[in-house]
């Protein structure tokens, strides 16, 4: 399964909470392996939640609408109880016996449904034994008027705010996370690399945009944001991949992420189409000095803020000593940006088995971007694991 139930169990004891409800999409996931339908497809409306208690983490009461109840099928943990809410059809005109999977759907499809996801919730918390008791609520994923009627329905329960005791326990990636995310840097770098392959004078920045996303696609992930751009352009990096043609001597900048089983990649490259300026042979040794000594050196106990400290400071005692930078990096798993953030001062402690994906980003008119990124697990007692083949400490020349 996802979750860590070592920690849950410890975050719940040191918060004193009986019991715990999932309603991000994310922690959903992370609860019961499944990957909300609604949550994902209507983030201002949908509802779906996952309910734990301290006694009991790994057994998991979901509360979805009729239409998606199937996704319990696709659950990684135990679904010990399903509550559904609002009207579906799934027929039956048949005489021969259904398979099993079949016979637990009809059974959920057909079960008495409550009339709208807060009531449906309410009646979950009642099912369970949490009524009157202490429950965590993941406060960043109800919709408006959902609490209030939970706190009307069950006016003897103390419902307290727990998305950061969900974003605490997460930081920690079990080993299914780790092969997911590394599973989502493969696809990614896979991506590039297939990118790279139809880099010809020419070519616009649009077609290996095109290219990098049918690649992910070809490999079971889902491109998230694909920012390529050639030469000067990628200052301003965010802008559309547009017709620019590649020239000899443009550098070639990939910023790009994907995911692929609910967890994320966000890698950064930067390639050479022939000979590179020196300006940017120098920027790119620099970069990627800062970004190796922030693998090389992260420890658990060591803040972010420390982290970001010793990165900038790696770039600017490799050759750009004007390096500024608002963060070079983040944690990440099932969110592309988790906590601790490496910016200036972020007091958040790292720990053993945080996936950190490090950056060291850098713009300048005139030249364009040079900017690697990686993520890698930060080690117990041994050296940090990187997720992928890494940066290449030369710069590529296409």
């Known amino acids: 399964m996802l979750a860590n139930i070592e920690r849950l169990k410890r975050r719940m004891a040191d918060d004193d909470l009986d019991g715990l409800i999932a309603a991000t999409a994310e922690n959903v996931q992370y609860l019961t392996g499944?990957?909300?339908?609604?949550?994902?497809?209507?983030?201002?409306?949908?509802?779906?939640?996952?309910?734990?208690?301290?006694?009991?983490?790994d057994r998991v009461t979901l509360v979805s609408s009729t239409g998606e109840i199937d996704q319990v099928l696709d659950a990684s943990a135990e679904i010990a109880d399903a509550v559904n809410f609002g009207t579906f059809y799934r027929e039956n005109y048949g005489d021969g016996a259904l398979p099993d999977h079949e016979q637990r759907l009809q059974q959920l499809t057909n079960q008495p449904a409550e009339p709208n996801g807060g009531a449906a919730l309410a009646a979950a918390i009642k099912r369970i034994g949490l009524a009157g008791k202490r429950i965590g609520i993941d406060e960043n994923g109800l919709r408006i008027g959902v609490e209030a009627g939970l706190r009307q329905a069950?006016?003897?329960?103390?419902?307290?705010?727990?998305?950061?005791?969900?974003?605490?326990v997460r930081r920690v990636k079990t080993e299914e996370e780790i092969r997911r995310i590394a599973s989502a840097a493969l696809i990614t770098e896979q991506a590039i690399a297939a990118a790279v392959s139809i880099a010809r004078a020419g070519v616009t920045e649009q077609e290996l945009y095109l290219e990098f996303n049918r690649s992910v696609a070809s490999q079971g992930g889902r491109a998230e944001f694909t920012m390529i751009k050639f030469g000067r352009n990628s200052v301003s990096g965010q802008v559309l991949s547009n017709r620019t043609p590649l020239a000899a001597g443009d550098t070639i900048w990939f910023d790009v992420g994907a995911t692929y089983q609910g967890y994320w990649s966000d890698l950064a490259r930067t390639f050479s189409f022939g000979e590179p300026s020196q300006r940017v042979r120098e920027l790119y040794r620099?970069?990627?000095?800062?970004?190796?000594?922030?693998?090389?050196?992260?420890?658990?106990?060591?803040?972010?803020g420390q982290l970001f400290d010793l990165t900038v400071q790696a770039v600017r005692d490799n050759g750009e000593p004007r390096y500024r930078r608002h963060h070079v990096g983040h944690c990440i798993g099932a969110e592309v940006y988790e906590q601790p953030i490496l910016a200036p001062g972020n007091d958040i402690e790292i720990e053993a088995g945080m996936v950190i994906n490090i950056e060291t980003p850098y713009y300048e008119f005139g030249v364009g971007a040079v900017h690697v990124e990686n993520p890698f697990v930060v080690g117990d007692g041994q050296p940090n694991r990187l997720l992928t083949k890494g940066t290449p400490k030369e710069l590529v020349i296409l």
């Open 34 to 57: 499944i990957r909300s339908v609604s949550l994902h497809l209507h983030p201002y409306f949908g509802q779906c939640y996952a309910v734990i208690t301290r006694d009991a983490p």
């Open 154 to 168: 069950l006016p003897s329960t103390n419902f307290v705010a727990a998305a950061s005791a969900f974003a605490w």
């Open 286 to 304: 620099a970069m990627v000095a800062g970004e190796q000594a922030g693998i090389d050196r992260a420890r658990p106990g060591m803040t972010g």
